[in-house]
């Protein structure tokens, strides 16, 4: 048998052979997805579990803690809007209108700077108003830690989750849509709204246990 | 009936994945599976050289009353990291990453796992993973023990400078292990070949997918638990840390959550192993497959509510001891299931005795050492008296060393030829496995004794009256044996790779699938996908001597054919 040419190799190399049809690849990846949420849910929940386990045990929990900052509302406003711009993308999509997915698309890249740039802005406010409260928390850090653990958490899956978006919106400017490449459309979609689920939770642990 | 006496498939080497592209960036970037599982198993094994020599630092430390070559400090970093190595780079990946990588796609008849990219990245985070856990030996240090316990881990004025590299190492290396975990269980799903259902699929297979549910569901909580451990250490977060209203027992509930059901990470593969050693080598159909199969399964559901019995003695409620140790003698029924089937399928079998059998069996009679002396860990009385002595040391040892890595060393053994396409020297391994076995027992065997005469473990010297010197002399020369017996491993190992005799497609008379590619396999497994048949069927096979390997009978279809008869 021949050896076949060094392209010929590469092009065998690639991961495409694997599965007999396009449909077969975005039906695993689909899986795969769902693998990913449930091994985030379990990530996710272990924190808010460990914080609530260490927040119940303490029976003195100062009551005058700070409020979160106003910046986690418009966050939370943004991150809600980039789900409904990446279900309108998705439903575009599935009309076929190419403009539609275009805009949904870059909303939903616009509500993602403005989510990351309001974490910012709360993470500088939070620590600016940290040495007040530092003497009623010194003996529960948690209270006050809590808010850079919780979201320095969630914005790394925010910060990975900006690299399919990126990819999506490539090709929706490229007008280059494959099957796996709407099916790519369709995962980050529901990746994104996990992040958004994911950032309700956090919230609502924020304000009703710390 | 096909009349034909071929081999199931002639082997050749000059297309097969060792040589189909040429030079290190085809195996740096690689996508193949069988690559990167070999790129795991020679990662793995480098490891486990460094995990072993620390091994043996400890034992040479403790020949004489008063410490032989080391002070108490670095005793506590030799004993750390000798853990630490072993279980997050060796044994934890070596089954299920190295072997697994390498059969699994194989055995399922499909040309590479559902994600090849992802399994690349897997093994590089594994290398990045090593890399920090080594580094932490010079990064200032480790000492705490594997298991990283707060509040001493997290205290500046005592746990050394390496606590946040080996911390981050091994949230690096879950994640590798995570995603290594998804990508088996999406291509046992989606990459069956037709004909294959879940009942027929070889039970090592069952033994992944059992594993890297574990490795799916329990891992992140192992990984966020050790980022908040880094974090409470640099910046005092007020989880585990007492002084700023943290509960550092509540560190030992989440980190057990994940390292109890890494015990099963660490050893369901090699029970799966162990299912083909015994039915491929004593050459008779598996008994109980079903029990087997679902054993693995019930395994995999039990590993996560026992965690408990890791903390009798920490103070939790009397009810929750009872609770756990009750759920952990639980434990013992699938256990035991797998025992009996496997020596059921051996009663009358025709066994070979091959050195894969050999580690088969050895599995079988240390592993119910390992799972017995368990009993008197799960029962709360004779658990105060052994917490934290050697009989611990002893217990674990024999469940991860004699169990889970004996279980790798008998399918390493056993896929060797399928990897390299070369046997190695029978006798050699025969010899190796003698002296590693004896070896084995006279080491940790005399650790139950020292145990339950009260030594403590992790102490770095003993009462020269105590009475506990005889035994560490019998434990230390049991572990140079063993050093010797790998030694001779890889001695034979290598040797056959520049002059082993080659190959044949079927050496042992398997009946999965993987044993119907040539050795080694080509680059793309298969040029279609292959008919399936009952995997533990052998009568179908007969050995040839012409090609030194198992054939198809000639009165017999092979899968997919008809009777030409």
Redesign the interface.
């Known amino acids: ?1 021949t ?1 076949p040419h ?1 392209s010929e ?1 590469q092009g ?4 495409r ?2 599965y007999a049809r396009e449909e ?1 690849r975005v ?2 990846g689909s ?2 997805l769902l ?2 949420l ?3 849910g ?3 929940g ?2 808010v579990l ?2 609530l ?2 927040r119940l ?2 029976a003195a929990w100062p009551k005058d803690l700070p409020s979160l900052p106003w910046q986690t509302w418009i966050s939370t406003v943004a991150i809600v809007g980039v789900s409904v711009a990446l279900m309108k993308a998705v439903a575009s999509m599935r009309r076929g209108s190419d403009a539609g997915v275009r805009t949904g698309l870059g909303i939903a890249g616009v509500l993602v700077i403005i989510f990351t740039c309001m974490q910012v802005w709360a993470w500088l406010s939070w620590y600016d108003a940290m040495p007040q409260w530092a003497a009623a928390t ?6 006050v ?2 808010f ?2 919780f979201t320095a ?1 969630h914005i790394t899956h925010v910060l990975g989750g900006m690299v399919p978006l990126g990819m999506v919106g490539w090709y929706a400017v490229c007008r280059s849509w494959t099957v796996s490449r709407q099916g790519l459309l369709h995962h980050t979609a529901i990746y994104w709204h996990f992040l958004d689920a994911v950032w309700v939770m956090l919230l609502l642990t924020m304000l009703l246990v710390l | 009936m096909t009349g034909d006496p071929r081999p199931l498939e002639q082997p050749t080497l ?2 097969n994945y060792l040589t ?2 040429r030079g290190f960036l085809s195996w740096a970037l ?3 599976h069988k690559r990167i599982g070999l790129m795991y198993l020679c990662s793995v094994l480098l490891a486990f050289l460094l995990g072993g020599i620390f091994a043996l630092l400890v034992r040479t430390q403790l020949l004489v009353p008063e410490g032989l070559i080391m002070d108490q400090d670095d005793y506590n970093q030799a004993f750390t990291l000798h853990g630490g190595i072993m279980v997050f780079l060796v044994i934890i990946p070596s089954t299920p990453a190295a072997l697994g990588n390498f059969v699994l796609p194989i055995m399922l008849g ?9 399994n690349l990245m897997s093994y590089y985070l594994w290398v990045i993973g090593a890399i920090f856990m080594v580094y932490s030996i010079f990064g200032g240090g480790l000492d705490t023990g594997w298991t990283f316990y707060t509040p001493y881990s997290i205290d500046q004025n005592s746990a050394m400078g390496g606590v946040i590299p080996a911390v981050t190492g091994a949230f690096i290396l879950g994640f590798s292990s ?1 995603f290594t975990g ?2 088996f ?2 291509t046992i ?3 069956r070949p037709k004909g294959m259902t879940w009942f027929r699929m070889p039970l090592f297979l069952w033994s992944i997918y059992a594993t890297a549910v574990i490795q ?6 192992l ?3 050790l ?2 451990l880094a ?1 409470e250490r640099a ?5 585990f ?1 007492p ?5 550092p027992v ?1 560190y030992q509930h ?1 980190f057990w ?1 994940y390292s109890h059901p890494a015990v099963y990470i660490m050893i369901l593969p090699a029970m799966g192993i162990v299912s083909e050693l015994i039915a491929v080598h004593s050459h008779r159909h598996i008994f109980g497959y079903s029990f087997i199969a679902w054993s693995s399964v019930a395994i995999a559901m039990f590993s996560f509510i026992v965690w408990g019995h890791h903390m009798f003695t920490s103070g939790q409620s009397p009810l929750v001891n009872v609770v756990f140790s009750f759920i952990t003698f639980s434990v013992a029924i699938p256990s035991a299931v797998k025992v009996f089937n496997w020596l059921a399928t051996m009663y009358k079998g025709a066994i070979s005795w091959n050195t894969p059998m050999l580690y088969g069996m050895g599995f079988i009679f240390l592993f119910v050492i390992g799972g017995l002396t368990g009993l008197y860990l799960g029962t709360l009385s004779t658990d105060i008296h052994l917490h934290d002595t050697y009989f611990v040391v002893a217990h674990f040892h024999y469940v991860m060393m004699g169990s889970a890595l004996i279980g790798f060393i008998g399918g390493l053994h056993h896929w060797w030829p399928k990897m390299i396409g070369k046997m190695y020297n029978e006798n050699a391994g025969r010899v190796a496995f003698v002296l590693f076995f004896i070896g084995y027992n006279m080491t940790f065997f005399t650790q139950f004794m020292l145990g339950s005469h009260g030594m403590p473990r992790r102490y770095a010297t003993y009462p020269a009256d105590a009475g506990f010197q005889m035994y560490h002399i019998i434990s230390t020369i049991g572990s140079y044996m063993m050093a010797i017996a790998f030694f001779m491993m890889a001695a034979y190992f290598i040797s056959s790779i520049f002059g082993g005799r080659r190959a044949a497609a079927n050496p042992w008379g398997g009946r999965s699938l993987e044993w119907q590619c040539t050795s080694p396999p080509p ?2 497994n298969f040029s279609e996908q292959p008919e399936v048949g009952d995997c533990y069927d052998f009568s179908v096979l007969r050995w040839d001597e012409a090609t030194q390997g198992y054939v198809w009978r000639e009165d017999v279809d092979r899968p997919g054919e008809k009777s030409h008869a």
């Open positions: 048998m050896a060094r190799k065998r190399e690639g991961v052979g694997v077969d039906a695993a899986m795969g693998l990913l449930i091994t985030l379990m990530l996710f272990a924190l460990v914080v386990a260490v045990n303490d010194q003996s529960h850090r948690i209270g830690m809590g850079w653990v958490v | 000059t297309d189909y592209t690689t996508l193949d499909a040309k590479d796992v559902a994600f090849p990219r992802l995570i998804m990508n269980i999406v799903h989606r990459l799916v569901l329990a891992t992140p909580v990984g966020i638990t980022a908040l974090v910046f005092g977060i007020g989880i840390d002084t700023l209203g943290g509960d509540l989440f959550f680059h793309d």
